[in-house]
């Protein structure tokens, strides 16, 4: 039985988790233009902060819940700048887990991290051994120098760190006077005012150093192909077919949920012209989320997923179509997970039927596919929302409220309300109901993870969400929190 | 000289045949209800398009000594066809026909409409939007006292109420709008929408076919609103937040469901009508035909000016045979702007007597003078006929009435 204070810590500790999976500080659909920006940032400070004045063990074991990286850097600063707070018995864990956490943020991220750090004045020892310890553990330190040079600069500085080998003299010398001995050095100091040399830098620095010595854009990115990284190879293949270099990648490798960002991003005659192609990705990426993150999904029975593609599935100009592409990677993945059980149910749908044309257009209208998900009697059924249902407001509460009261009194049927939108005015993402767990995501190949956290809402399982919480903190660190 | 512009047909009430009310959308506080059609009741032989103006100022010439100027961003073009066939779907050539001409004054250009509502072609007319009904609002007894009684001043007896003014609100100035309409989310066969300011009917905006309003959706921000729209939309940040409770009792089983949802949507169907009841319950309207267009009728209309509830006027393209209204555009009132209306009603009624007037409305004629002064006609009257309505009720010749 759950004290009081159990309860109000779970509910508060499951609230934080939601914003940390879908809140990222950006406009969202129903934000107005002027003030979203210091909303969420208000909303955002407010709730680290008072999650980590009061449950501040919670507050760190969250690190190893998959949240997203930008709730990762506030939760990593925020623990570094009140570290006076840590009970001495809870040090170690804590420190691992700022180890982990930093590990495991991509490096731009991290240094930008770092970079808030010296801007919010907070140079502890923690501090300094934190960054000590990330630039330690980097696999390619002069690719890190050259690539995010003035970042890592800035972190050292402030750090007070001692650099191995020739970096100091890269990242504080003069480069006129010095000729370096490591290779990406020279090339880098070469590339000031050699043009082939640009060719062998990474693609963000050798972009600057191309307009510098006029190189075309054309000629630039054909060069540099070989140097680009899967991602950014992904982020401009629209711009590169512009100029007219036609960039090779792979589609099959794309992360699920960049993937249908891609795909929403096309016109409707381009999905057309690439159908198959497309449809082949799709189910790869499906494919190979699941076998990373396997979603725990009843073992028989129908699984109904009913899904917004309502015109505020659209997003904003900051987080364009991503509410839509959310939906259609979950229909992906849950499709291949438990293919002869799976049903879908769009809110507006396509005229052909094939969700791989969908567009966010229409009313919220969640009360039509909710009772062609009902009727199927599912054993789960699965909303991907935003949470503002209009056409009509309110029913998806009274159809659920109905369904449990007369239709299914043994509760045979589970539902789950997947939000992809944080509301600042809230604190949370917006509920559909008081009766379905509403539950952040961040994408579609982690929704395993939000799933898991379904099962400690509404319920009375406080000591089950503790140690569930101190397991994955145990996973995360690999076991040298302990 | 016709003076009732409001002269003609009067309807039991405003005819929303064939078109359903949708559940609202609500942001901050402004209410915006869909109206939609079914697919199968858009016939589609009668459309209206956007046509947009480079020049935002223009001046429009009435009759040939009579013309104003207005800030009309876009017009509207209705094409029809006469014989039950749907228009066919139009393209470019809307933004080049030439609609009247260009006047360049350097720092600025102004483009040169003839009429209101003009003929462009065989069955197109070209509208703008909403000057017609205000037009007709204007005009209401323009002309002034056909009799020369002598209680009303040298200047209403020679050139009638010139000038005749009245204010309103652009739809850029109702705080919230710009927002509420981009938010909004267009539903499958929305072909109109009510517009609520503090659940107040802010206006009617009907159109014939989805792809219709699709298009001039955006527009509504360029419309003008009641002043008192504006006032609301300022001093109320939210409106009441309502919830449909349903009868759960009536779900036996599963396929009881779609039923029930059913009913959810009736009940929202209610809501939204209830809350234009000022316009859209039975009350009887005055129209008058503008112009037939085939078997359309062009007409304006206004509510009967009770000067305790709400009052609309607007415009409405209606299918003569039937009756169904096919496009719509409403305006509301403001209590000042429906007195100034019901007085000059009332007095045209009994021919411009000033004591029968009075006698008509259960009122001393003093209080009626009076009345009448306040509502923004003190040149109606002549200097002496004010001073001794002031006299009789104990204030000084030349007070002020506050």
Sequence with gaps: ?482 | MKQDTFAGQILPGFNLNGVQIGAPQVCGAIRLVPLLREPTGVSGDLRLALRRYDEPVSQVAVSEQLAYYAYIPHAMVIRYNTDDTPVAAWGGQMERSPDGKRQDFGFRSVRLLERMAKREDKNQVRLLPLHLAMEGFLALYFGGPEIAWEEYSNQVRRTGFSPRSESVAWGSEIDGLAEALRVFEIARNQCGVLLFVADTLASVFLLPHPDDYRAMHETLLQDFYGDLIAQYALMYGTVAHAVAVPDASTVQTVADLRTFAAGLRADWSKYGKTLAAGLLESRPLRTQTVREMGPFRLSRFLTDLDLSGENHLGEAVTRTATGETLYAKSFRLSASQTKRAFFLQQLAAADWELDRAAANLNMERHDLVLRIEKAGFSYLFTPQVRAAARKARGMRGDAPLT
Excluded at chain 1, 350 to 362: D, E, I, K
């Design chain 1, 1 to 482: 039985m759950e004290t009081r204070s159990e309860i109000v810590t779970r509910e508060d500790l499951l609230l934080f988790i939601n914003a940390c999976f879908a809140a990222t500080a950006q406009r969202e659909f129903y934000d107005a233009p002027a003030d979203a920006k210091s909303l969420h940032q208000d909303t955002l400070a407010f709730l680290h902060r008072y999650v980590c004045g009061n449950y501040r063990t919670f507050y760190a074991r969250t690190l190893a819940c998959g949240i997203n990286d930008f709730a990762k850097t506030r939760i990593v600063q925020t623990l570094l700048a009140t570290g006076q707070e840590t009970t001495p018995a809870f040090r170690r864990e804590e420190n691992a887990l700022l180890r982990a956490a930093t590990r495991s943020l991509p490096p731009q991220r991290a240094y930008k991290l770092f970079a808030a750090l010296r801007k919010a004045n907070i140079n502890n020892r923690r501090a300094r051994a934190v960054v000590r310890d990330y630039l330690a553990a980097r696999p390619d330190a002069t690719f890190d120098a050259v690539k995010y040079r003035s970042k890592v600069r800035a972190a050292a500085t402030h750090a007070h760190l001692r650099l191995p080998g020739e970096m100091g003299a890269f990242l504080w010398g003069d480069h006129a006077k010095v000729r370096f001995q490591t290779p990406l050095f020279e090339t880098f100091r070469q590339a000031r005012y050699a043009k082939e040399a640009v060719f062998r830098l990474p693609y963000t620095v050798a972009e600057g150093l191309a307009a510098k010595h006029g190189i075309s854009r054309a000629t630039f990115l054909t060069g540099i192909a070989p140097n680009m990284t899967q991602t950014e190879r992904e982020r401009l293949l629209r711009s590169s077919a512009d100029a007219g270099v036609a960039l090779v990648t792979d589609l099959a490798r794309m992360p699920l949920t960049r993937l249908t960002l891609y795909v929403l991003g096309l016109s409707l005659t381009e999905r057309e012209t690439r159908r198959d192609e497309l449809e082949t990705a799709l189910r790869g990426a499906a494919r190979r989320a699941f076998r990373q993150a396997p979603l725990a999904l009843p073992p028989a029975g129908t699984i109904a997923a009913v899904l917004d593609d309502s015109y505020s599935a659209s997003g904003s100009e900051e987080k364009r179509r991503r509410p839509l592409a959310i939906a259609l990677g979950v229909h992906y993945l849950l499709r291949e997970a438990v293919p002869e059980r799976y049903k879908p149910f769009w809110s507006n749908g396509t005229a052909s039927g094939n969700p791989l044309f969908v567009v966010a257009r229409g009313a919220t209208d969640l009360a039509t596919p909710l009772v062609h998900a009902l009727e199927t009697h599912p054993v789960l059924v699965l909303i991907v929302s935003d949470g503002y249902e209009n056409d009509p407001p309110g029913a998806v509460h009274a159809l659920v409220r109905v369904w449990r009261e007369r239709l299914d009194p043994a509760a045979h049927t589970a539902f789950v309300h997947a939000n992809p939108v944080f509301a600042a005015d809230e604190y949370a993402p917006r509920p559909l109901s008081p009766l379905i767990a509403a539950l952040g995501v961040r994408d579609a190949e982690t929704l395993a993870v939000p799933l898991a956290f379904a099962r400690f809402v509404g319920t009375n399982e406080f000591a089950a969400l503790d140690d569930f919480l101190r397991d994955r903190a145990e996973a995360f660190t690999g076991g040298n929190g302990r």
